[in-house]
């Protein structure tokens, strides 16, 4: 297998109510990578289409998960920061892989089934097709590390299986293009610490979510102090003292929940969560968690606030990296066109 340079790839989607789970399975890691990698960021627009979205918000969302990612630490100097929509490479490649994935793989996606729900006939075609346009956002840059929440597991593993059957199908042509004998990475997923699954503050058996209904399901980036404090005291627990031990937690999933996200908030794991606060009552770990998560998430929020008085200095930061990232994405694009077999007119 050809040696390829590592490069961080993942995106968020403008879709509203960035949240916790957002923050701490994605964006906090995004942060992380940048010290050690070269990282593009991308804000999904094209991926947040799959369902409907009102116009003007969109634009709004898109600035805000821009903000976000800026506010959290994110250098768009450093990195490649910008929006899949202007980068018209992503669409095409995804066309080619739509062509390289079977039918049977696309239909076993869970999040598919998930978010059609009942009403399958009623679902867009694109969002069918998400995890083709995910796996194309990822190899047009030939990416080798993903960091993501756990829910993306599968998808990735779809991007895999895209780039395998890839390499395999072309290999003669790969290898009389110069390019060996592998064209695209075999991407590795990032899915590590204890928050890669941030679990709904209502319900511990389902995810945190931006389309929750119940606004208390969720700690939203924008929440200010107060909203905080109240969500955190409401969220949902049993009447047993935290336990000391792990094991404790097994069958007790809003606790568990609970426990990662104060681990994951003070960059510790649970088990040191359990050392300070096993046996201690909800009452007082909540309020504990009150003091991280807003000693944590308020300087974001304000930071959010801030660049979002200044739309025209995000959309610059925005046009910049999209320049940037179409220069590589042309790059991977025009290789690809003289693998597949395409006559190029420049
Ligand atoms: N609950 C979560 N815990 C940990 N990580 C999470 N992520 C999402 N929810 C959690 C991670 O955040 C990144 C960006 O997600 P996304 O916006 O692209 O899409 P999503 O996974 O569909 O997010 P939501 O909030 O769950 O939206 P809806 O409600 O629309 O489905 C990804 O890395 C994701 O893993």
């Known amino acids: 297998m050809a040696q390829f340079k590592e490069l961080v790839f993942s995106g968020v989607q403008p879709t509203g109510n960035l949240h916790l789970g957002n923050y701490l399975g994605a964006i906090k890691r995004f942060v992380t990578m940048q010290e050690t990698h070269d990282c593009i960021y991308c804000v999904v627009d094209m991926h947040a289409i799959t369902v409907w979205q009102d116009p003007k918000e969109l634009k709004r969302q898109i600035r805000e998960v821009t903000a976000a990612f800026i506010a959290a630490g994110i250098d768009p100097k450093k990195h490649i920061v910008f929006n899949q929509s202007q980068v018209a490479q992503h669409a095409e490649l995804a066309w080619v892989f739509n062509c390289v994935a079977r039918m049977g793989w696309a239909n076993r996606m869970t999040q598919f089934k998930e978010k059609a729900g009942k009403d399958r006939e009623n679902a867009s075609v694109g969002l069918f097709a998400y995890p083709m346009l995910m796996a194309s956002d990822i190899l047009v840059y030939r990416a080798t590390h993903v960091p993501v929440g756990e829910d993306q597991k599968q998808h990735l593993e779809l991007t ?30 990032l899915i590590h610490g204890p928050a890669t699954r941030v679990m709904s503050l209502r319900d511990g058996s389902k995810k945190m979510s931006k389309s929750d209904p119940s606004d208390y399901s969720r700690i939203n980036l924008t929440d200010d102090a107060d909203t905080i404090a109240t969500k955190v005291r409401k969220a949902k627990t049993d009447p047993e003292p935290l336990p000391s031990e792990i094991e404790g937690l097994k069958t007790r999933p809003e606790a568990e929940n609970l426990v990662a996200i104060y681990a994951a908030l003070t960059n510790t794991t649970p088990e040191d969560v359990l050392r300070d606060h096993g046996g201690s009552q909800f009452s007082g770990f909540k309020a504990a968690l009150v003091d991280v998560s807003v000693t944590k998430l308020a300087p974001i929020a304000d930071e959010m606030r801030r660049l979002m008085a200044d739309p025209s200095h995000i959309d610059a930061v925005l046009a910049d990296g999209s320049d940037r990232a179409r220069v590589l994405a042309a790059q991977t694009m025009d290789a690809v066109k003289d693998i597949v077999g395409f006559v190029r007119s420049r």
Do not use: L, V, W
């Not at 072309?170 to 060996?180: C, L, R, V």
């Open 160 to 189: 895999r299986d895209i780039a395998q059957k890839f390499n395999n199908d072309f290999a003669e042509s790969i290898a009389e293009n110069g390019y060996g004998d592998a064209f695209f990475p075999i991407t590795e997923p």
